[in-house]
């Protein structure tokens, strides 16, 4: 008999999951540098940290390419060596580990040697499931997955699996536990068969049957399984669609939830709309204020300056004109505290900025205005020009005349 011989080389980190069930759970994942540390399992080493908790061990697992963590039952693990290094064993259908270490005050460490069960072994290839491995055999282990297991899933009509799906069930933690939360919604909520690709598919993409129970009973009740892993990827839960629904989309479809997330449109976002005044702003203006870059920093700073009325499509405006708040309080802090949305955004679109204006101001035109100021840009008339026409005794001159000499090429 092979046997799968794992010594320690590190202590794992302990990832404590509570509120499993007190079937097996895993989650494992697979490196990439199998070029460097060689694919053969047997010469992998592994190790073995836990932690108790109530009637339960939580068990992390680790070799050369993967970590896995299992949940033991107390009462599956026997008599555990407290303080000085023990050995106990671990039996389950596909076979039996045996850890050696110690336990200090709930907490445990060491090394295992895992032996698969041969006759499970012929059980399996009588199955249909030929030749499997020494390394499904152990994850077959951490997931539980047993005689029982399979007869749970031939009942249920899943009684063709192949090599493949046994080894994603095993890998991705789809225990008797699991696998029965989505069978019975599936049952529950008048789905067809699911195949278990397609089960794969929502476990990994995290859609748990919670999460699509929570949309029917929401009122989704047409909701597709391709649908709640859409929902999942662009971040839409039922708190987002609760949220939105508070905030006016009284009657939001799926789709919709999906482009308001797609848009960055939080429920924070539309009541920073309506604390700034627009108690009445429809979701698609939300959208349309997003999409031009409309940030909620930017509608509270134009508050706090000052401005009072200005509508969504100015502060819009202002955002594609390239208009911030820095820009604005720059001209506040030279004088100009009544600046329109209008004046900001020509000022902008002309190239003038407060520096501009402020050095007009030092070199003694002090009542500049903005509309001169304008001016002065668009005929390339810079502070810089005027100073050195002042040294050369050109004083006491009106901007316009100054204009005057540019254009005239002096």
């Known amino acids: 008999m092979k046997k799968i011989i794992l010594s320690a080389f590190s202590l794992l980190t302990l990832v404590v999951c509570m509120g499993l ?25 592994g190790v073995w940290s836990a932690v108790i908790h109530e009637d339960k061990a939580y068990v992390r697992f680790g070799g050369m390419h993967w970590n896995s963590s299992s949940t033991f039952l107390l009462s599956e693990l026997g008599t555990l060596p407290a303080g000085n290094s023990g050995t106990f064993v671990v039996k389950r259908d596909p076979g039996a580990v045996t850890f050696n270490g110690s336990f200090v005050e709930g907490r445990g460490h060491g090394t295992y040697l895992f032996v698969p069960d041969e006759g499970f072994k012929a059980y399996l290839t009588g199955e249909g499931f030929k030749e499997p491995s020494e390394e499904l055999m152990l994850h077959l282990f951490f997931t539980n997955i047993n005689k029982e297991y399979l007869g749970y899933m031939k009942q249920n009509g899943y009684d063709g699996l192949t090599i493949g799906e046994l080894k994603d069930l095993a890998y991705r933690n789809m225990n008797q536990r699991v696998m029965a939360g989505y069978l019975q919604t599936f ?11 397609q089960i794969i598919a929502m476990r990994d993409h995290g859609v748990s049957p919670s999460f699509i129970n929570s949309f029917h009973e929401m009122g989704y ?17 039922p708190d987002f669609v609760q949220d939105m629904k508070k905030v006016g989309a009284k009657d939001i479809t799926l789709d919709q939830a999906i482009e308001f997330r797609d848009h960055g449109v939080t429920v924070d976002y539309v009541r920073t709309l309506h604390d700034a005044g627009f108690p009445d702003v429809s979701l698609e203006k939300a959208v349309e204020l997003r999409d031009h870059g409309v940030s909620m920093e930017f509608i509270r700073s134009l508050r706090e300056m000052g401005y009072k009325d200005i509508s969504l499509d100015e502060i819009r405006e202002l955002v594609d004109h390239g208009v911030n708040a820095e820009f604005i309080r720059g001209f506040q802090r030279i ?3 009544d600046i329109s949305p209008d004046a900001a955004r020509e000022l902008r679109d002309h190239g003038v900025e407060p520096s501009f204006v402020s050095k007009f101001k030092d070199i003694g035109f002090a009542d500049i205005s903005l509309e001169k100021a304008v001016e002065l840009r668009d005929h390339g008339v810079t502070p810089d020009y005027i100073k050195k026409l002042q040294d050369k005794g050109m004083k006491n001159m009106t901007l316009a005349e100054y204009i005057r000499l540019h254009d005239a090429g002096m």
């Open 21 to 45: 069930s007190a079937h097996a759970q895993q989650k494992t994942s697979k490196w990439s540098d199998d070029d460097y540390w060689g694919n053969d399992h047997d010469d992998n080493p």
């Open 187 to 197: 049952k529950t909520d008048g789905y067809a068969k699911v195949s278990v690709d």
């Open 221 to 237: 009740k047409d909701m597709s399984l391709d649908q709640a892993i859409k929902l999942r990827d662009h971040g839409v839960d």
């Open 335 to 337: 004088g100009f505290k």
